[in-house]
């Protein structure tokens, strides 16, 4: 969920109590103005603290759980990785490296960008799926992609 989808629930909310976005935004301590790119989907950032305040004063609350697993993560990590290359990274591959620790000098280069350039969210979905195929603790992979993120000098900031 991002906050234009909470926006949209703020939204039927405010309209359930019978709250104006003025009136609503006095009682959250906010602007108008606020409220209402809340609403529409344009706001850029409201800072959790504040979100919290206004979900509590409309009885709502912000439930962080664990989405369901992405479907075939695994394999679009490969994908991901390969995009450029003549040669694809197979997800068992991938898989075998990754619990092994061992980067085989032929998957250097899908690795690098795979460190470099695949979403962050789908790494971590890739963690996931890897981890409970083959039974590795999730903090030995992330090790391994560190060390690898290391040796390769990647210039992503999520592996300093």
Excluded: C
């Amino acid at each position: 969920m991002n906050l234009a989808d909470i926006g949209q629930l703020v939204q039927a909310r405010r309209e359930a109590l019978g709250l104006s976005q003025a009136r609503l935004a006095r009682l959250a301590g906010l602007s108008r103005a606020t409220i209402n790119q809340l609403e529409n989907g344009s706001l850029v950032d409201l800072g959790a603290a504040k979100l919290l305040a206004l979900l509590t004063l409309l009885g709502m609350d912000l439930a962080a759980q664990p989405r369901a697993p992405q479907a075939r993560a695994l394999a679009l990590l490969s994908q991901t990785a390969s995009v450029s290359y003549r040669n694809a990274l197979s997800p068992g591959a991938l898989a075998v490296a990754l619990v092994a620790g061992d980067l085989p000098p032929s998957l250097v280069p899908q690795v690098a960008t795979l460190l470099d350039e695949a979403p962050l969210p789908l790494i971590v979905a890739g963690v996931v799926e890897v981890a409970e195929r083959t039974h590795t603790p999730p903090k030995v992979l992330w090790k391994h992609l560190a060390q690898w993120a290391q040796t390769l000098q990647s210039p992503r900031a999520a592996w300093a």
